[in-house]
T-cell receptor, first 115, second 113 residues
């Protein structure tokens, strides 16, 4: 149980385009989803927290207009990187928590490369 | 937020037990202790968590000091698949940081055949 998927697993795009990453909880209802970013050789950094049906809460220094988060259902959250630039190239990972436990279960990650 | 301190790296031999330490001297009474591990190019995997009592599951055991200022993740018989970065994280159960996980640098575990 507690499986979280992400799609796509990797994406390459041109500078200036927008990219959408999906995060799904497959076997539980996720009341809260989190989005992280991880640069090479570094640890995970929390970008934002989203509760189903509410606006996401962004961490300090994360541009909410650049990283659009939607959590419209209890099983799906999306992260859209708008007008992507090479410095946005990173490993994006989502996690989900819900039910009787607050344990976060992580997706496999999405490797974004912006050319 | 309360922080944790872990050794940068540890090594073990296959089929031997591994004890991964974590210090968290500023832990508050309502912080849970979580352990995750991450393989290269993968999302973190939940290992175990606890509050005060020692915990066991199919993956590992968590030994929590009586004063809760430190804990140890125990892998009873290391396998090559256990080679990963192990993160010890305190998760608040109240306040504005409720449920958030703050990842440190973790411990890189190398398992030798």
């Amino acid at each position: 149980g507690a499986v979280v998927s992400q799609h796509p697993s990797r994406v390459i795009c041109k500078s200036g385009t927008s990219v959408k990453i999906e995060c799904r909880s497959l076997d539980f209802q996720a009341t809260t989803m989190f989005w992280y970013r991880q640069f090479p050789k570094q640890s995970l950094m929390l970008m934002a927290t989203s509760n189903e049906g509410s606006k996401a809460t962004y961490e300090q220094g994360v541009e909410k207009d650049k990283f659009l988060i939607n959590h419209a259902s209890l099983t799906l959250s999306t992260l859209t990187v708008t007008s992507a630039h090479p410095e946005d190239s990173s490993f994006y990972i989502c996690s989900a928590s819900g039910g009787y436990t607050d344990t976060q279960y992580f997706g496999p990650g999405t490797r974004l490369t912006v050319l | 937020d309360a922080k944790t301190t872990q050794p940068n790296s540890m090594e073990s031999n296959e089929e031997e037990p591994v004890h991964l330490p974590c210090n968290h001297s500023t832990i508050s009474g309502t912080d849970y202790i979580h352990w995750y591990r991450q393989l290269p190019s993968q999302g973190p995997e939940y290992v175990i968590h606890g509050l005060t009592s020692n915990v066991n599951n199919r993956m590992a055991s968590l030994a929590i000091a009586e004063d809760r200022k430190s804990s140890t993740l125990i892998l009873h018989r290391a396998t090559l698949r256990d080679a990963a970065v192990y993160y010890c994280i305190l998760s608040p159960t109240g306040g504005t940081s409720y449920g958030k996980l703050t990842f440190g640098q973790g411990t890189i575990l190398t398992v030798h055949p």
